[in-house]
Each structure stands twice: as structure tokens, then as C-alpha cells.
């Protein structure tokens, strides 16, 4: 279950949000109760964000930015990807191959987007989108020249701009999924302590591992 608590249709009355619920779900459905949406996701994202119409509105909006981009959507799709992969998110990843599948992207290069560094599919804007991505989720913004001096020879300054901003929106929206534990990210933490063999009690494993006696 998400971490906090999902918004039941018959609490919502803000318009924008009962929009999402009736298209994503269906008019009769509580999606609070009733998950379950077309991509396959439970839907826990909408409930959730919906705890506060303010942020649901202004998330909303974010996605509104594909209707007036200039920026191929198959390349935005590749940052978009990446930054799933990159920072952990089982759901943005996902969501964003679909997409990928959607615009009808070969599937070497879908199936690559984990080691595009060792892919050879990809062409030398793309390997640069993929560069740049990294850059901006990985390594906080530190982007080398050369990385940034391919994309201005195939981009407009408008499209690095839009490329920027809807892959660093996608890194926020990975981040809240994994913290919150929605859709996919809803999974326990995978680095606990695998506790030692019954008996073996508190012996000093550095010492065997020096040769001491």
C-alpha cells in the first residue's frame, strides 16, 4: 500500500481530479478502492497526489508540455526512460518503455536503455541524450562540454531546454514514487540485513578474514 492514504471519489470535489478518476478508472469506480488502470498500473499515483488539489493540478500540468513541444517525442521518451532506470523507479520505467513501444521505437532500443553505454543501436544523438540524462540524474547537472556541444549541433536551444525539463521533471516524479511507494514502487526496502547462520554468535569475522588466531 502507498505510504499515505489514497482520496475515495466521494471525498473529491475538485473538478480536475474527478476528470482523471473518470477517465483513467470510470465514472462508477472508486479508484481508491477499485484500482486498476488501462496500462495495467493500480492507479495510486492519482489517489494519492489527489490528497492536495493544488499539487495534483500543477503535476497535471507538467504533462500538458507534450502538446506544445518541438522536440521529437521519441527522444524526450529516451530521457524520460532513462531517468526511470537511473534512479530506481520500477514505474517510470516501465510506463515510459510502453511509451517507447508506443511511438514505435526498434525494441533493441528499449531492451539497451539499462547499458546504452555498451549498446551500439543507438545513433550519436541519442547516445548523447542518453550522456545527458545521466548527467542530470546521476551526477546532479555535471555535464561534460563535449556531451552538451553534440546536442547543440542537432538541437535547438528550445528542445535541449524542453529535454531538460521534462527529463529532471521525470527524476522528481521517479523520487515521489519510490518515496511515497506508489504504482510499481511500492516494494519493500531490497537492502536489509541477511542475519548470520543460528550459532554463530558474535565472532569476530575481520579476525578470521586477517588469519588471526
Request: negative net charge; aromatic residues 10%; charged residues 30%.
Amino acid at each position: 500500500m502507498p505510504r499515505l492514504r489514497e482520496v475515495p471519489r466521494a471525498e473529491v470535489t475538485d473538478e480536475r481530479i474527478l476528470f482523471f478518476y473518470d477517465r483513467l478508472f470510470a465514472p462508477d469506480r472508486d479508484p481508491a478502492v477499485d484500482h486498476g488502470t488501462a496500462t495495467g498500473t493500480p492507479g495510486d499515483w492519482w489517489t494519492v497526489f489527489a490528497q492536495d488539489p493544488d499539487v495534483f493540478r500543477h503535476a497535471v500540468r507538467g504533462f500538458a508540455l507534450y502538446r506544445g513541444a518541438s522536440l521529437d517525442p521519441r527522444l524526450r521518451e529516451l530521457g524520460q526512460c532513462r531517468a526511470g532506470w537511473a534512479r530506481g523507479s520500477q514505474f517510470v520505467f516501465s510506463q515510459h518503455c510502453k511509451q517507447m513501444r508506443a511511438l514505435k521505437m526498434p525494441e533493441e532500443k528499449i531492451e539497451a536503455i539499462p547499458h546504452w553505454q555498451t549498446a551500439d543501436c543507438y545513433s550519436p544523438l541519442e547516445r548523447a541524450l542518453l550522456a545527458y540524462t545521466d548527467g542530470l540524474v546521476l551526477d546532479g547537472g555535471r555535464v561534460p562540454d563535449r556531451v552538451f556541444e553534440i546536442l547543440k549541433e542537432h538541437l535547438s536551444d528550445r528542445e535541449i531546454l524542453q529535454f531538460t525539463y521534462i527529463t529532471c521533471m521525470y527524476d522528481m516524479h521517479a523520487v515521489m514514487s519510490k518515496a511515497l511507494r506508489v504504482e510499481y514502487d511500492d516494494r519493500p526496502e531490497p537492502v536489509v540485513e541477511i542475519a548470520a547462520p543460528e550459532g554463530y554468535g558474535d565472532r569476530d569475522i575481520s579476525d578470521d578474514l586477517a588469519g588471526g588466531r
